[in-house]
Nanobody, 117 residues
């Protein structure tokens, strides 16, 4: 069982920045993919960005050039640096963990990001 603890959400003005963190426990040695998804009210959950344990990344088109995903494997932690935030980025952001072998998936509890003046 993998537990994910997220932090870093909050209220920010348009054009501002936030950094989300997600720590996985217990310590994981198997190949995995960690990522961030988001869900706005009335919309489906969508991929924001993900990163493999080898640090390969991919991003949704709507965040390219604004958001950066990174990870610290020693700390089992993934980060999402969000810059140039827009009101349409407002959503609950969920951390996601998936084992490459077997494909088991785990979710964090979600953290609210609100972009508003």
């Amino acid at each position: 069982q993998v537990q994910l603890v997220e932090s870093g959400g909050g209220l920010v003005q348009p054009g501002g920045s936030l950094r989300l963190s997600c720590a996985a426990s217990p310590s994981i040695d198997s190949s995995n993919v960690m990522g961030w998804y988001r869900q706005a009210p009335g919309k489906q959950r969508e991929l924001v960005a993900r990163i493999t344990s080898g640090s390969a990344t991919n991003y949704a088109d709507f965040v390219k050039g604004r958001f950066t995903i990174s990870r610290d494997n020693a700390k089992n932690t993934v980060y999402l640096q969000m810059n140039s935030l827009k009101p349409e980025d407002t959503a609950v952001y969920y951390c996601n963990f998936r084992f490459v072998i077997g494909g088991r998936v785990y979710w964090g509890q979600g953290t609210q990001v609100t972009v508003s003046s």
